[in-house]
């Protein structure tokens, strides 16, 4: 089950931005977790209207569900609380596509069954099957789906052209500054890692950390939460060049106002989160690079004090990338990693630690194996360009992304506003 489920997080993320995580993968699987019924009475009163959102009922019968599948996915928060929140979300997605006559065609709905089936190296029918043995129905799956469609759709059609960017944004975002030199940043950073058992609680979490209005809160958040070397400083960082992070991050830094928060942004293993803390133009024309010197060395046994003070032992005693070379030497291939890269080819999370780091410095921010490998990553060094590695395009759909998450968040605040809730 746990192979299916980060895939429906994974989806959901991508069609529906940073809201509601965990509300909509409960209504995606709120027949896998039935409650035994021991009487018909009960069974009555469980799919009775419970709340009413603007004359739309849930029923006992789905809060029970949620938040039992709240429970189970160790989500933090009031369980209960969160899927009477969670299901007041969906009724008034729900009810908002309705408004304009918005609708997904089966075939549509079909094929984004599909996808899910192709990332879990599963057939279709193989992958109703799984699902079926942990209880949920074809249905389910098919209203998963198409909730996550209808919403996706009808933030395009509401806020699409409000979201596309100007030329002059563009060129403000790719950091043009010409004789006004380069655009630094001064951001607070929550990297939390993810393994499939953990994968919904985190999403959770980061979903609360992503709300957050303080810095201080940030700080507090890092410090508890964060596997980045930066936790032992509340996640702030220094000034940096806009032009070392990840070319598509960079718009959606840019956007952020002093104090803002990110979007929980999905890496291979962790989920990233950063606080603007400042802006400032440099007064000295940033370098873009063409290329990227780099080296990761592997070592067993994840984030655990001992693969940790193994790693600080090869950081003592290491001046630079060549170094690793003696440190691995007798020892499997695979275990050490060097390469040179263009900044678009590196892994975004490898890209986002190395955005922090000067030539010989190091991270043991990273891991991978699910987890079960900590990752010694070495910046060895820069090549820069002249010319910018991420076009027009890029930073435009960047943009849009960004801002129809801010849109689409809003909207669903202020459609609660205005509903009729009753029972909540």
């Keep these: 089950m746990r192979k299916i489920l980060t895939p429906l997080m994974q989806y959901h993320k991508r069609h529906a931005g940073a809201a509601g995580l965990l509300a909509a993968l409960g209504l995606a699987l709120t027949a896998a977790l039935t409650l035994a019924l021991p009487g018909t009475g009960q069974a009555q009163g469980l799919f009775s209207p419970v709340i009413t959102v603007n004359g739309d009922a ?101 806020f699409g052209g409000r979201a596309r960017p100007s030329d002059a944004e563009i060129d403000r975002a ?59 400083l509340g996640g702030r960082l220094d000034w940096m060049p806009l032009s070392r992070l990840p070319g598509p991050l960079q718009p959606v830094i840019l956007a952020l106002k002093t104090g803002e ?64 070379y003696g440190v691995a030497k007798g020892q499997p291939p695979e275990v050490l990693d060097r390469k040179t890269a263009a900044p678009r080819e590196i892994p975004r999370d490898v890209a986002l630690e190395l955005a922090k780091l000067d030539n010989g410095e190091t991270s043991t921010a990273l891991t991978r194996n699910n987890g079960q490998t900590l990752v010694l990553l070495m910046l060895c060094n820069r090549t820069a360009d002249a010319a910018a590695d991420v076009s027009r395009e890029q930073v435009a759909n960047a943009l849009i992304e960004q801002r129809l998450q801010s849109f689409a968040s809003s909207h669903l605040q202020q459609l609660r506003a205005d509903a009729l809730i009753v029972g909540q």
């Design 261 to 324: 928060v990110t979007a929980p942004l999905s890496l291979p293993n962790a989920v990233a989160l950063f606080q603007m803390r400042g802006i400032r133009e440099s007064g000295v024309s940033e370098p873009r690079y063409a290329s990227i010197d780099y080296a990761s060395y592997l070592i067993p046994g994840g984030r655990s004090p001992e693969a940790l003070a193994a790693a600080q032992k090869i950081i003592d005693n290491i001046d630079a990338c060549d170094d690793l």
């Design 174 to 232: 790719l950091g043009r500054g010409g004789a006004s030199g380069g655009i630094q940043v001064l951001l607070s950073e929550v990297i939390i890692p993810v393994t499939p058992q953990t994968a919904a609680q985190v999403g959770g979490l980061a979903e609360q950390i992503a709300g957050l209005k303080s810095y201080d809160a940030f700080s507090a958040a890092a410090t508890q939460y964060s596997a980045s070397d930066s936790r032992t």
């Design 58 to 158: 849930i029923t006992g019968y789905e809060l029970e569900q949620r938040a039992q599948l709240l429970r189970l996915l160790n989500a933090p928060g009031d369980h209960a609380q969160l899927a009477r929140d969670a299901l007041i979300e969906d009724r008034l997605k729900q009810q908002a596509a309705k408004a304009i006559d918005l609708d997904i065609a089966p075939e549509d709905v079909q094929t984004g069954i599909d996808e899910f089936a192709a990332r879990t190296n599963l057939s279709t029918e193989e992958f109703y099957k799984a699902l079926a043995e942990g209880g949920v129905s074809r249905q389910t799956i098919r209203n998963f789906v198409r909730m996550n469609l209808l919403w996706r759709d009808y933030v395009a059609s509401r």
